[in-house]
C-alpha cells in the first residue's frame, strides 16, 4: 500500500516562501494563486509570545470533505491518497472550496498577468498549462506527474529530486517532507515515528496525510523572556 | 529536445549570488529558448553547505529577464534640469552613440588630470549590496584600474544598512570583516538582532535549523519578534539600542560571579590580560626592547611577555619599575616602582558596576533574566574540552555571540563588538571549534586567505594596516569625499576601505562642507551599478538632491529608477540569467559561508538577452577599446582584476593585450586559467566544460575555519581585553585633527577607548535629534527600526510581482507593525492609515498590529520608498529611510549610524 503524505517540522520552517515561488514556479500558476504557502501565525500577548511558520496547501486527505460535496466527481482520490482534480468535469461551482477546512482551493476566472496587460515570454510559454485551470477548482497536485515519472523511472519520492514536489525540492531549512506513510521504514514514517507530530483540523475528521512535527515543550518552556521594568 | 513534447528543453546550471550569504547553485530550466523554472542545483548536494538549494530571490530572476518595464534600449537625458521633480525626457540610442558619449566623459575627466582642484578624483562609482554586484560586473573592475584614482567614496547603504562596526573592529581582532558562529558545531548562540533566519541565506538557514534539530539553543535579543526571533529557543525583548548593557552584566557576571570557570590558562597565555598597565593607560614596557611586561610569579618581577618558562599574574596590582610609550613620542620613564594592574585585574575593576540590576533598569529586561543567560553561556562553554579537526587538536568551546544590524553599527558598536568578542576570549572560545569565528577578510590582505594576512606585531599580537596617525604620514588632505583614510584609522586602505566610509560623509560635504574642511567637488563622472542609493541610504531626499547636481551620471540600467532618474546615459546591461562570468566561491566567506570546497562556478547565459541588453564584460571591453584602455584593460584582465590571473606556475592563457576580446574569449581563458589553478596544472578545462558542469571544486581544509590554529603556530596573542594600540591611535588622531583645528570629530574620538564605558545611547539619539531640529523629544514617543526580510533584502527585488505576492505570506510587508495592546491604547485599529513623521520626514502606511513587538517601538520591514521604479512605486508601504537622520552627531568613530529614529504617529484625519 501507498499513501504519499507530507511532513513539516516546525522547528526548522522559517517561512522563507522558498517552497511557495518554487511550486509556482513548478505549476505555473497565476498571479494570486498559491498552492503551497507558508502561515506565519503569532500566538501569546506581549511579552509572552511565539511565532510559528506552518507551510500549508492541500492536505491531501483520507476522508475529503471537497471530495465528497464535489458534484460533478471532478475531485477524485487516487489509490495513492492524492486528490485529484479532472478540470473537464469541474464546473467551477466551488463547493469544494467553501467544504475544505485548509483553504486550499483557488478559482481563478481571468488569469491575470504579472503585470497588467504586458504578456511576458514565460507567461507564453506556459499558458497551455495554466488555461485548463480558468474558472474551475485548482490546488497542490502533490506533483503528481514528478512522483509517476519517478516511479516509472526506478526513483524514490521524496528521495529523489526528480520523483518529489517541487516544494519539497527546494526548502531550504530541511523543513518540508514527503513519503509513503504506508512503509514503516520510508523516511515520512521513521519521522513522524520519532517525532510528536499533530494533524492540522483532526477533529474535523478529514485524516489529513500533512503531518506537522513540534517539539511541544517548546511550548512549554515558558520560563523565559521576562519583560517590564525592573 | 524532449520526445513527448517535442519542445527543446534543457536544464542549465548557473549560480545566484543576490545577497552576501551566497553564492547558492541552480539550474534554470529553458523549453524552446524561453526560461520557465528556476530549481536548486541537485548535483551538488554532497558538495555545497547550502545542500544544492537557492532561497525564494533566484525564483524572481525569470520575471526580472523578461519584465516589460526593462529598459531595454541605452537611453540619453534630453532634459537638462535634474530633480525629483523632473522628468529626464529620455530617448533611445544607439549603444554606439552612447558608448562613444560615457568614452568621451571619461577621456575629458582623464585629460583634465586625475584629480580636480579639490584633490578629490574626478571619476567616482557606486556599486550596491555588500559587494555582490562584483559578482555581476564581468570585467569591469579591469576597466576601472585603467582610470586612475576613482572615488568610491558615495555610499548606498553602507555604515547604516551594513554591520559596519564589525567589519572593522572585526577585521582588528580576529580577521573578521564578517562574524559568525561555528553553526555546525556550536550549541549555544545569544543573539543579540542577527536575523540569520531572514539573512543568513540557505547555508545559514540550514545550519542553523540542523542545529535546532540536535538541540542547540540561541536566545534571541531584540525589540520586535523578528523571523529569527520566531525560530529561537527564546525571545528577550530588550530596549531599543541598550544591547552594550546587557552585554556589559553578562560580562560582570562571567568575571565576577563564574570567574573560575573562565579559561585562566588561556588568559594568560593568548591574549594580553596579564600585560601591565602603567599609570598613563598604556602597558608598562621594557624600555630597551620596547616590549610589553607581564609580571612572573615564580621570580616576582616584571619580564617581557614573551619570557619562556614563566608563571604570569592574571590578577592583581605589582610595584615596579618600566618604561611607559604614549602616542606620537610621549614617553614616561618609571625608574622608581610605579602601581600597575594587570590588564586583567583592570577589567574586572571596570566591568564592576555593570551589575545585571544595573543593565536590567536600562534594557528592561529582569536581572534573574540576564544572570541565567550569563551562567548558561558560561556553562555550555565546556572550558577544558578539546575537539580533533582533521588531525589537529583544538579547543572545543560550543558557545558564540552573534550581532544584527544597528547593534553592530554607529554608537555602540564599539561596544558591543568588543563585549562579544571578550565574551568568547573569557572563555577560550574566539576562533576555535564550536565558537565565534570570523569567515572572510576585506581590509587585510590577502583577500584570499585569513590565515595569510596574519602577521606578528611587536607587542605579540596581530599586525593591523591602520592608517597612519602620526605627524609624518597622516593623511592630512583627504584623498577621497568621504575622507575614511583621515578620519577613519581602522578603516585600512585596502580597495574596501573607501567604501567604508563613513559614505554619508562624501553626500553630507556636498551641501556644506565641515568646519577647516575644503568644500568638496561633485565628481565629473559618475558610475552606478546595481545600487539605488537615492531610495536605499538614509535622508534619502538630502542624497536624492545632491545626486541631481552631478553633472555626468552614466547608470547601468535596469528599469527606471530613482537614481537613474538623475543620470544622462542609461546602459542597459544583462540581468543575471543573461550573462557570463566566472568566480571564486568556498572557502571561507560572508555571514557563515564557510565551506569544505573551493572553486570556481559560472554564471552563464541561460536565455538570448532581452532586447538590446548586453554583457557586462562586452560593454567594458567596448568602454576600453572608445577610451584608448585597452591595452591596460587587457593587462588588468591577464592580471586577474575579473577574479582569476589567466596565468600562473605551468601554464598561461593571456589575452593578446593588443586586440579587442570577445566576451567568450575572455572567459574562455579565464575557465582555462581556473581549471589549471585548481587543479595544479592538471587540467585546463575551458568555458564549454563549465557551461556544462557548473562549477568545479576542491576540499578546503576546515583547520582554516579556525584563525587560533594560525595564532598558535605563529606564537600570537589575542588583543583583548586592554585597548592600548586604539587609545594611542585615537590620541594621536585627535591630536592631527586639532592641529587643523577640526574639533567636528571629537565625540567620534571619545570612542577609542582601553575599555568601553556605557554611554547613554538612547539618549545620544535624542539629544542629538533635539539640538538639530529643535524639537521637543517627547512629541517624537516611539523608536522606529526596520527587519529584514528574505523575500527583498539585497536582490534588487521590488519591482517583482512574484517575490511580492509570495512576501505578502509574511506579515508586516507593506505596514508599519505596532504592539497590538499599544494600539488599543491609542484607540487605533488593524489597518489604519498613519502617518509616520520623524523630525527629518514624514511616510505613510497601514497598521499592522502584533504582540510580538515592544511597546515603545515600531517596525518597518523592507524599504519600499520608490517613486520612479515600475511597479514598486504603486506599493504605497512606508519606507523608514527618508526619516533616518544623517548626522555627524549620530555618527560613530568607525564612520557608521543605525537604522533608527524616533518618530511621532498620526492617524490620518484624525491625531493619535
Given amino acids: 500500500m501507498t499513501r504519499w503524505v507530507f511532513v513539516a517540522d516546525l522547528n526548522r520552517c522559517v517561512g522563507c516562501q522558498t517552497c511557495t515561488a518554487a511550486c509556482k514556479h513548478r505549476n505555473a500558476t497565476a498571479p494570486g494563486v498559491m498552492w503551497r504557502k507558508v502561515l506565519d501565525m503569532e500566538v501569546g500577548e506581549f511579552p509572552e509570545v511565539r511565532r510559528t511558520f506552518v507551510p500549508t496547501g492541500c492536505h491531501h486527505c483520507e476522508n475529503p470533505p471537497c471530495m465528497h460535496v464535489c458534484p460533478t466527481t471532478a475531485t477524485k482520490q487516487r489509490d495513492d491518497g492524492i486528490i485529484t482534480i479532472d478540470y473537464d468535469l469541474c464546473i467551477g461551482c466551488m463547493y469544494c472550496s467553501v467544504a475544505c ?46 512522483i509517476d515519472y519517478g516511479l516509472e523511472n526506478g526513483l524514490t519520492p521524496g528521495v529523489d529530486p526528480d520523483a518529489t514536489p517541487a516544494c519539497v525540492n527546494s526548502c531550504i531549512a530541511g523543513a518540508l517532507h514527503m513519503g509513503n506513510i504506508e512503509d514503516p521504514k520510508s523516511n515520512v514514517s521513521v519521522m513522524v515515528e520519532e517525532n510528536e507530530t499533530f494533524l492540522m483540523h483532526e477533529e474535523l475528521g478529514t485524516k489529513p496525510g500533512f503531518y506537522y512535527i513540534w517539539d511541544r515543550k517548546h511550548d512549554a518552556d515558558e520560563d523565559t523572556a521576562e519583560g517590564g521594568e525592573e | 529536445m524532449d520526445a513527448e513534447s517535442g519542445k527543446d528543453v534543457k536544464k542549465v546550471p548557473t549560480y545566484c549570488y543576490n545577497c552576501v550569504a551566497g553564492p547558492d547553485f541552480m539550474k534554470v530550466k529553458v523549453v524552446d529558448g524561453v526560461a520557465t523554472e528556476v530549481e536548486g542545483n541537485f548535483d551538488f548536494v554532497e558538495d555545497t553547505p547550502s545542500a544544492g538549494r537557492v532561497c525564494v530571490k533566484p525564483f524572481g530572476l525569470i520575471q526580472k529577464a523578461y519584465n516589460p518595464n526593462r529598459v531595454l534600449t541605452p537611453m540619453k537625458r534630453t532634459n537638462p534640469k535634474k530633480g525629483k521633480d523632473q522628468k529626464p525626457g529620455w530617448v533611445p540610442i544607439s549603444w554606439d552613440e552612447a558608448l562613444d558619449t560615457v568614452a568621451g566623459k571619461v577621456k ?9 582642484s579639490a584633490g578629490y578624483p574626478r571619476i567616482a562609482c557606486s556599486f550596491g549590496g555588500g559587494g555582490t554586484p562584483t559578482y555581476y560586473m564581468g570585467t569591469l573592475p579591469a576597466y576601472l584600474s585603467t582610470l586612475g584614482p576613482l572615488d568610491f567614496s558615495f555610499g548606498s547603504g553602507q555604515g547604516v544598512k551594513c554591520y559596519h562596526s564589525e567589519h572593522l573592529y572585526g577585521e582588528f581582532w580576529h580577521r573578521a570583516f564578517t562574524v559568525a558562529p561555528d553553526t555546525p558545531n556550536c550549541n549555544y548562540v545569544l543573539s543579540f538582532g542577527y536575523n540569520v533566519d531572514a539573512s543568513g541565506g540557505v547555508c545559514g538557514v540550514k545550519r542553523h535549523a540542523d542545529a535546532r534539530g540536535r538541540g542547540a ?94 608563571d604570569v599574574a592574571l590578577e592583581g596590582s605589582f610595584a615596579t619599575t618600566g618604561w611607559e610609550m604614549g602616542p606620537d613620542d610621549d614617553e614616561w620613564d618609571h625608574d622608581t616602582p610605579v602601581k600597575c594592574q594587570t590588564s586583567f585585574q583592570a577589567l574586572c575593576d571596570h566591568m564592576k558596576k555593570f551589575t545585571p540590576l544595573w543593565a536590567s533598569r536600562i534594557c528592561e529586561i529582569h536581572q534573574k533574566v540576564i544572570r541565567r543567560i550569563a551562567i548558561e553561556f558560561v556553562s555550555e562553554a565546556c572550558v577544558g574540552q578539546t575537539i580533533e579537526i582533521e588531525g589537529r587538536t583544538l579547543p572545543y568551546r ?17 561596544e558591543c563588538c568588543w563585549s562579544r568578542t571578550l565574551m568568547a576570549v573569557l572563555l577560550g572560545a574566539l576562533e576555535v571549534p564550536g565558537g565565534t569565528l570570523g569567515t572572510t577578510v576585506r581590509l587585510n590582505r590577502p583577500a584570499t586567505s585569513r590565515q595569510a594576512s596574519v602577521t606578528m606585531h611587536p607587542d605579540g599580537f596581530m599586525e593591523y594596516p591602520m592608517n597612519a596617525t602620526d605627524k609624518e604620514n597622516w593623511l592630512a588632505e ?123 562556478a559560472l554564471r552563464q547565459p541561460t536565455i538570448e538577452p532581452v532586447g538590446d541588453a548586453k554583457d557586462m564584460t562586452w560593454i567594458t571591453t567596448e568602454l576600453a577599446k572608445r577610451t584608448g584602455k585597452l591595452e591596460g584593460y587587457n593587462n588588468a584582465v591577464n592580471r586577474g582584476a575579473h577574479g582569476v590571473p589567466l596565468s600562473g606556475e605551468g601554464y598561461d592563457f593571456s589575452l593578446d593585450i593588443t586586440k579587442e576580446h570577445e566576451v567568450d574569449e575572455i572567459w574562455d581563458a579565464t575557465c582555462r586559467a581556473a581549471s589549471a589553478e585548481i587543479t595544479g596544472g592538471e587540467e585546463t578545462d575551458g568555458l564549454d566544460w563549465f557551461k556544462e558542469h557548473g562549477l568545479r571544486l576542491k576540499p578546503f581544509s576546515k583547520i582554516d575555519w579556525y584563525l587560533e590554529a594560525e595564532l598558535q603556530d605563529q606564537g600570537i596573542r589575542w588583543e583583548l581585553p586592554y585597548q592600548e594600540r586604539l587609545v594611542r591611535t585615537g590620541k594621536q588622531l585627535g591630536r592631527r585633527l586639532h592641529e587643523k583645528g577640526i574639533s567636528w570629530w571629537d565625540e567620534q574620538l571619545e570612542e577609542y577607548e582601553a575599555f568601553p564605558e556605557w554611554k547613554d545611547l538612547p539618549q545620544i539619539w535624542d539629544d542629538a535629534i533635539e539640538r538639530n531640529y529643535d524639537v521637543d523629544i517627547k512629541d517624537f514617543p516611539f523608536w522606529l527600526m526596520t527587519s529584514r526580510s528574505m523575500q527583498y533584502n539585497w536582490g534588487s527585488n521590488a519591482s517583482l510581482q512574484m517575490i511580492r505576492e509570495v512576501a505578502s505570506n509574511i506579515q508586516g510587508h507593506g505596514g508599519v507593525i505596532m504592539n497590538t495592546k499599544k494600539a488599543e491604547e491609542l484607540g487605533l485599529e488593524e489597518g489604519d492609515w498613519l502617518e509616520i513623521r520623524s523630525p527629518v520626514n514624514a511616510t505613510r502606511g497601514h497598521l499592522l498590529t502584533k504582540h510580538g513587538i515592544r511597546p515603545d517601538t515600531l517596525l518597518m520591514i523592507g524599504q519600499f520608498d520608490h517613486w520612479a521604479t515600475p511597479y514598486a512605486k504603486e506599493f504605497g508601504a512606508p519606507s523608514m529611510n527618508a526619516l533616518i537622520p544623517m548626522l555627524l552627531d549620530l555618527t560613530d568613530a568607525t564612520g557608521s549610524s543605525c537604522d533608527l529614529t524616533k518618530v511621532k504617529i498620526t492617524k490620518l484625519g484624525g491625531s493619535s
Wanted: glycine letters at 6%; a neutral charge.
Fill in chain 2, 398 to 414: 560550543p558557545v558564540a555571540v552573534a550581532l544584527g544590524k544597528t547593534v553592530n553599527s554607529g554608537w555602540g558598536g564599539y
Fill in chain 2, 108 to 116: 575629458e575627466a582623464i585629460a583634465a588630470g586625475p584629480r580636480d
Fill in chain 1, 101 to 146: 477546512p485548509y483553504q486550499a482551493r483557488y478559482k481563478v476566472d481571468i488569469v491575470n498577468n504579472a503585470y497588467g496587460l504586458t504578456k511576458m515570454a514565460n507567461e507564453v510559454a506556459r499558458d497551455e498549462e495554466n488555461l485548463p485551470r480558468k474558472a474551475v477548482a485548482q490546488k497542490c497536485t502533490f506533483c503528481a506527474d514528478r
Fill in chain 2, 217 to 310: 539553543k540561541r536566545v534571541q535579543i531584540e525589540p520586535h519578534l523578528s523571523i529569527s526571533s520566531g525560530t529561537a529557543s527564546e525571545w528577550v525583548p530588550i530596549k531599543a539600542k541598550t544591547d552594550p548593557a546587557f552585554m556589559f552584566a553578562l560580562i560582570h557576571v562571567m568575571l565576577h560571579e563564574q570567574r573560575d570557570k573562565l579559561d585562566i590558562p588561556f588568559l594568560k597565555d593568548r591574549t594580553n590580560s596579564p600585560y601591565l598597565i602603567a599609570p598613563n593607560g598604556y602597558y608598562l614596557r621594557e624600555k630597551s626592547t620596547k616590549k610589553p611586561l607581564v609580571w612572573d610569579l615564580a621570580s616576582e618581577k616584571a619580564v617581557p611577555f614573551d619570557t619562556k618558562g614563566i
Fill in chain 2, 478 to 600: 583627504p584623498d577621497v569625499r568621504n575622507a575614511n583614510r583621515t578620519l577613519v584609522p581602522l578603516g585600512a586602505n585596502s580597495p574596501w576601505s573607501v567604501a567604508l566610509g563613513p559614505t554619508h560623509l562624501a553626500w553630507m560635504q556636498q551641501e556644506k562642507g565641515p568646519d577647516h574642511w575644503p568644500q568638496a567637488t561633485p565628481p565629473d563622472v559618475w558610475f552606478v551599478f546595481r545600487t539605488n542609493p537615492a531610495v536605499s541610504f538614509w535622508d534619502t531626499e538630502q542624497v536624492s538632491k545632491v545626486m541631481a547636481k552631478f553633472p555626468f551620471t552614466v547608470a547601468f540600467a535596469y528599469t527606471d529608477d530613482e537614481t537613474n532618474h538623475m543620470a544622462d546615459i542609461l546602459l542597459p546591461d544583462c540581468t543575471d540569467i543573461e550573462a557570463t562570468q566566472l568566480i571564486r566561491v568556498g572557502g571561507t566567506k560572508f555571514i557563515e559561508q564557510f565551506w569544505d570546497k573551493q572553486g570556481f
